[in-house]
């Protein structure tokens, strides 16, 4: 196999790229899901702020895989980021219907636009920033 020009880094598609930053966005999804229950145990917390804390994390989640989908394919970075805000919003819907089987009160539609919306700005920001 040829060797790449920067480094050797191997180039993926542009369909496995955002897969594997999604698989990034949603370990930070979790780390940061792991804190606010910790946070949970210390203070008395309503539905609404577990809500605003969820809603919270999934943005977290997918702004950063945005960022690193933009920041790996060093182009199209709205496109990388719409893109791997669409895996990992499909990849919340069936982990959702698998455990909780409660879909219906998700409101799917609030959290794609969430997750599309801090994705496609990871994106962005992933795409502009400086090279290492």
Do not use: H, W
């Amino acid at each position: 196999m040829r060797q790449r020009r920067f480094g050797g880094l191997r180039r993926y598609s542009n369909v496995t790229e955002p897969l594997m930053a999604a698989a990034a966005g949603l370990a930070v999804m979790l780390i940061v899901i792991g804190c606010f229950a910790f946070l949970i145990t210390k203070i008395d917390a309503k539905d609404m702020t577990l809500s605003v804390m969820s809603t919270a994390a999934l943005g977290i989640g997918a702004y950063c895989g945005g960022y690193i989908s933009a920041k790996r394919r060093r182009k199209n970075g709205l496109l990388m980021g719409v893109l791997c805000g669409v895996f990992i919003f499909l990849i919340i819907i069936i982990l959702s219907a698998a455990f909780s089987k409660t879909v219906e009160s998700f409101s799917p539609s609030a959290k794609l636009v969430v997750t599309l919306v801090c994705a496609a700005a990871g994106g962005v920001v992933g795409v502009n920033s400086k090279r290492n």
